[in-house]
């Protein structure tokens, strides 16, 4: 079945260092859709930003992401970490139209921003 | 923006015992999912359903069995819940299509089984 990897468990940065999450994914289908999801302490996630296009950049918040169908990643980015920014970070699949609406999520990353 | 709630928001239970967890959402949403959240496993998808009257297995439904008795509510039981199942439980809705695809989650459930 579909997999999402995301290699870092708990990132640590000082504010105004840049931020970058990896996710990798596995899926037979030949055109996912790709999605960062966010969750604040004690809240539940909402959707940060997500891609539908290969090769094209998408930015939501000052965050942005590339999906990369021929490394199959699509990295979380920021140029300059903020306190607020700490979270915990999910990257998520979708199939497409294919198999409409299922998401498979990564375990996901927690960012720890410090002053 | 979609308003999912769910009941109870906190929950103790003892083993063998049945828990029902409820979702509402307002959004006329199609689709409606559960995950569980743990940390180091992520969310992973129990149940979900494409309409009423429909559900779905996800990736681990095993001990869990849903019902989707309207287009507004979506309910996860368990039949005889075990220390395993101690979690928290997310409920979300979607409506697939066009350039959306995004799941709306409600508050979640902290569910503790003794």
């Known amino acids: 079945g579909d997999s999402v990897t995301q290699t870092e468990g708990l990132v640590t940065l000082t504010e105004g260092l840049p931020v970058m999450l990896n996710c990798t994914y596995q899926?037979?289908?030949?055109?996912?859709?790709l999605f960062w999801y966010v969750q604040h302490l004690n809240e539940s996630p909402r959707l940060l930003l997500k891609?539908?296009?290969?090769?094209k950049r998408t930015e939501h918040q000052g965050f942005h992401a590339t999906l990369h169908k021929s490394s199959s990643s699509f990295h979380l980015q920021k140029s300059s970490a903020q306190l607020s920014d700490s979270a915990l970070y999910y990257c998520?699949?979708?199939?497409?139209?294919?198999?409409?609406?299922?998401?498979?999520f990564g375990r996901g990353t927690r960012l720890q921003v410090y002053a | 923006e979609a308003a999912v709630t769910q009941s109870p928001r906190n929950k103790v239970a003892v083993t063998g015992g049945k828990v029902t967890l409820s979702c509402n959402q307002t959004?006329?949403?199609?689709?409606m999912y559960w995950y569980r959240q743990d940390t180091g496993h992520g969310l992973r998808l129990i149940h979900y359903?494409?309409?009423?009257?429909?559900?779905e297995k996800g990736d681990i439904p095993d001990g869990y069995k849903a019902s989707r008795p309207s287009q507004e509510n979506f309910s996860l039981i368990l039949e005889l819940a075990t220390p395993s199942q101690t979690s928290v439980y997310f409920c979300?809705?979607?409506?697939?299509?066009?350039?959306?695809?995004?799941?709306?989650f409600g508050p979640g459930t902290r569910l503790t089984v003794l």
């Open positions: 979300a809705s979607g409506d697939p299509g066009g350039d959306s695809y995004e799941q709306y």
């Open positions: 899926t037979i289908y030949s055109n996912p859709f």
């Open positions: 891609s539908f296009t290969d090769n």
């Open positions: 998520a699949l979708s199939p497409g139209t294919q198999v409409v609406g299922q998401l498979t």
């Open positions: 959004n006329n949403h199609n689709n």
């Open positions: 359903s494409y309409g009423a009257g429909s559900t």
